[in-house]
């Protein structure tokens, strides 16, 4: 039976990562996979995470399973980051602790197709490469509008509102909350608030995939965008991340929280995400949830946790604010960027050019010319410049 399988293509970022390792050049640069990365070129694990590890490896007296939705005590702690201190939505909110922000953005789908088996997903393009086969995966219809024009570096917001006005009742809109992957172009609020109208006349529901949470300006700001919609639509799906914002990337740890329209369906959509979750890994791993929980949790490990995601931001902002102020290379505009945010920019690169930037300069990122902030340096930024000039000029 399984010799009808022919062999798929490998994930075009994440094949990048041998290639970098095996090269030898010393000035070699990877600006290819989505990880923070320090001065040094390193992903280092937080210091607010060695400490809530250890704590963990002292305290914890059981393996015994949680429930299908996880550890609630990670999904009581993570809440308010997303949320807010009041507790005015409590009784509409249902959270269930997922693997990664992928987990949630898979149960999300699905609870849209239990939902309405017909919904259709609209997602902008460019977007993070596994949007599109995962919601495919799900079973949701697919309907693409070009949210970014790469020339330009301009997002396209009225072919966004145009494409949005054909939407039906029940069908599922994908937002990227903050730093959006892989433009760094955002939504100005009163942009988000015209969305959130469409979405809420027509009867639709957002997703909004919150990856990037605090790597934009800082926590309070970068969750804005997303509380706004939450307040002027009836309901909300929301795929919350901690990989990023924790470093916790491989430990798989994330969150899908669902806003209902009233507390009266909370324990109805509770039970069907639950559900849904069963059917696929039973119930959560828990060492990231644990992680997360204790940092949130203890005033001097939040402190501490804090401080590194503000240097991380700032970092990345650092490199933004080098980059653009090299003003324009070979044609690209890089003021632009200046005014992104997050760890990436999508450069209006050919594929061709993106290679010889790997194999002449050893320069190494995404197929589509997505650079991920983070893997430049004040050391290196001259040189990625100069390489980016030599490329676009031949
Ligand atoms: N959404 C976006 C936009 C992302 O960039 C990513 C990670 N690259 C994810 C979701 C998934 O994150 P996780 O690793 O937590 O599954």
Not at 78 to 84: D, E, S, Y
Not at 230 to 253: H, W
Not at 271 to 299: C, F, K
């Amino acid at each position: 039976m399984l010799e009808v399988l022919k062999e798929l293509p490998s994930d075009s970022v994440l094949g990048l990562i041998k290639l970098f390792a095996a090269d030898t050049n010393a000035d070699k640069i990877d600006l290819g996979v989505g990880v923070y990365k320090n001065e040094q070129g390193k992903t280092p694990v937080m210091a607010a995470v060695k400490m809530a590890e250890a704590r963990i490896l002292e305290a914890e007296n059981s393996k015994t399973y949680y429930g299908s939705d996880g550890n609630s005590a990670f999904l009581e702690a993570v809440a308010p980051l997303v949320f807010g201190a009041s507790t005015a939505l409590a009784d509409r909110i249902v959270g269930c602790q997922t693997v990664g922000g992928t987990g949630a953005l898979q149960l999300a789908a699905k609870l849209a197709i239990s939902c309405n088996k017909d919904a259709a997903i609209w997602v902008g393009t460019p977007t993070w490469p596994n949007h599109l086969p995962l919601f495919a995966a799900a079973g949701l219809e697919i309907k693409t509008y070009e949210y970014y024009d790469v020339k330009s570096q301009k997002i396209n917001f009225s072919d966004m509102i145009n494409a949005l006005q054909s939407g039906r009742a029940g069908d599922v809109v994908l937002l990227h909350a903050c730093c959006h992957n892989p433009t760094g172009a955002d939504l100005d609020l009163d942009q988000w608030a015209q969305v959130a109208s469409l979405i809420a006349e027509k009867g639709m529901i957002p997703l909004i995939d919150s990856a990037y949470l605090g790597l934009g300006v800082s926590l309070e700001q970068d969750v804005k965008a997303l509380q706004l919609v939450i307040s002027r639509v009836p309901e909300t799906l929301i795929a919350f991340s901690c990989s990023k914002n924790f470093g916790l990337y491989r430990e798989r740890i994330g969150a899908l929280f669902v806003v209902g329209k009233d507390g009266h369906s909370s324990s109805a959509i509770k039970s069907h995400v639950q559900y849904l979750a069963r059917t696929v890994y039973s119930t959560p791993p828990n060492h990231g949830a644990a992680i997360v929980t204790s940092i949130l949790s203890e005033p001097g490990l939040k402190k501490i946790w804090l401080s590194e995601l503000v240097e991380s931001t700032q970092r990345i902002n650092d490199m933004r604010q080098q980059l653009a102020a090299s003003s324009s290379v070979g044609g690209i505009d890089l003021v632009a960027l200046g005014n992104q945010k997050g760890m990436f920019a999508l450069l209006p690169l050919s594929v061709d050019q993106v290679n010889t930037l790997r194999d002449s300069f050893s320069v190494y990122m995404a197929p589509s010319g997505r650079i991920n902030l983070a893997g430049l340096n004040r050391e290196n930024i001259p040189y990625f410049v100069s390489s980016l000039g030599k490329v676009l000029n031949e």
